[in-house]
């Protein structure tokens, strides 16, 4: 059996088993008693789709997000948590596979594969953990929309694959029409300054799903208007985050701990390679830009900073993983080692409805600032751990280069 396939196979099997013990273990939030929960709004999205309503009453910005409940609104089961657990389900087996793909694609070293894969599985604030305890959502379709993206960006030839998903992600979440912008920008900026020979092939594929996604948010606005009117837009959004963020310098903090709690010793690993170059990767500037554009959107978009820097996880993490291919196999263990006590696998979320004190202290976002700092001096611990690690597989491979001659003459 090819190992590529296995590996695939391997994967299904604990992705399986990773959801049924989560499922079967976790609490989920109850909604009723969260008036603030997003799943509020998905949920009362649902049940107009499943006829349980004649109004539509969800608010903005969530009104637009209509796929998800929709979707989970068709299956045969008057459930809500079912409908949405079997969708769930459904999205991170396909979500897996896609990002698995990306990877081999990329020529990816098969335990960096691994890695990145567990990394997802297991985490607390990953496909499948986090969204067991906030099962109305529409986060986990978001893994596979972003590895179908990162896929289109390896295989050029399948940008057509756009036009028909375009409209589809829009309905999902309006962010996937600002990603498919900034890619249009960004060729067109490549193209027009410099490229020798430009050529606009892409760009037009792009501005073509570009006015797709476009047309569908003025549709959905249209049929499914939000109760209580519309919200701020995303530029006032935006600015109003900068502003909080400027009066409250400790949020920056905040935001660089929430990187580590998210992506543990592996993200201070690729900070330790970004002078050095594995290989030429032709995806590398749109990766940096997409990796950059979910960090940023941590700290902008909103105070949930490591649950919306971790939906960026296919661009980040396989930045991540490009950037530490040539280390040692034991500097990569030294580097999960550290990492482990991060994902905490075996303890289960707080319920913020009645642990709320204890469901901050997860969150870098939340914590008190005793829990902040404790979390960024073990994050400066384990840099410099790493970093240390580093230097003493360096000095004893060197050793070793040195003494190999001797032995073999002798």
């Given at each position: 059996m090819p190992q590529k396939v296995f590996l695939h196979i391997a994967f299904s099997c604990t992705t399986v088993l990773v959801l049924w013990y989560t499922t079967s273990m976790q609490p989920s939030v109850p909604y009723d008693a969260c008036a603030l929960c997003d799943g509020k709004q998905y949920l009362a999205a649902y049940d107009y789709f499943k006829g349980n309503t004649s109004t539509y009453c969800v608010k903005f910005p969530f009104h637009s997000r209509v796929a998800v409940p929709w979707l989970a609104a068709q299956l045969p089961t008057n459930n809500a948590q079912q409908a949405f657990t079997w969708l769930?389900?459904?999205?991170?087996?396909?979500?897996?596979?896609?990002?698995?793909?990306?990877?081999?694609?990329?020529?990816?070293?098969?335990?960096?594969?691994?890695?990145?894969?567990?990394?997802?599985?297991?985490?607390?604030?990953?496909?499948?953990?986090?969204?067991?305890?906030?099962?109305?959502?529409?986060?986990?379709?978001?893994?596979?929309?972003?590895?179908?993206?990162?896929?289109?960006?390896?295989?050029?030839?399948?940008?057509?694959?756009?036009?028909?998903?375009t409209p589809l992600a829009v309905a999902q979440k309006e962010s996937w029409f600002a990603l498919i912008i900034i890619w249009a920008l960004y060729e067109l900026i490549q193209q027009r300054f410099f490229s020798a020979k430009p050529t606009y092939k892409r760009f037009r594929w792009l501005g073509i799903a570009v006015l797709l996604g476009f047309i569908t948010k003025v549709l959905l606005n249209h049929w499914f208007v939000p109760v209580g009117g519309e919200g701020k837009n995303s530029l006032i959004t935006l600015l109003f985050f900068v502003r909080e963020t400027l009066q409250n310098p400790l949020d920056l903090l905040r935001w660089v701990v929430a990187m580590f709690v998210g992506f543990g010793g592996w993200w201070l690993l690729a900070w330790q390679n970004v002078g050095k170059l594995p290989k030429k990767l032709n995806i590398l500037p749109m990766l940096i830009v997409f990796s950059a554009l979910h960090l940023l959107l941590g700290i902008l978009a909103g105070r949930d900073m490591t649950r919306i820097m971790f939906l960026g996880y296919p661009f980040i993490m396989t930045l991540v993983l490009w950037r530490i291919q040539a280390e040692s196999k034991w500097v990569l263990v030294a580097t999960a080692t550290l990492s482990l006590p991060i994902i905490r696998f075996f303890s289960l979320i707080p319920l913020q409805?009645?642990?709320?004190?204890?469901?901050?202290?997860?969150?870098?976002?939340?914590?008190?600032?005793?829990?902040?700092?404790?979390?960024?001096?073990?994050?400066?611990?384990?840099?410099?751990?790493?970093?240390?690690?580093?230097?003493?597989?360096?000095?004893?491979?060197?050793?070793?280069?040195?003494?190999?001659?001797?032995?073999?003459?002798?």
């Open positions: 769930h389900w459904g999205f991170t087996l396909l979500a897996i596979h896609f990002l698995l793909f990306c990877w081999q694609a990329m020529s990816l070293p098969r335990h960096l594969q691994v890695i990145g894969g567990s990394w997802l599985l297991f985490h607390w604030t990953g496909i499948v953990r986090f969204n067991v305890y906030d099962f109305a959502t529409v986060d986990v379709p978001l893994y596979l929309l972003h590895s179908l993206l990162l896929l289109v960006f390896i295989r050029p030839r399948w940008l057509w694959l756009l036009l028909p998903i409805t009645s642990q709320n004190e204890a469901f901050k202290t997860w969150f870098p976002e939340y914590a008190d600032l005793g829990t902040v700092a404790a979390w960024a001096a073990y994050m400066v611990l384990s840099y410099w751990l790493i970093a240390q690690s580093r230097r003493w597989w360096s000095f004893l491979f060197r050793q070793w280069q040195k003494n190999e001659p001797k032995s073999r003459k002798d």
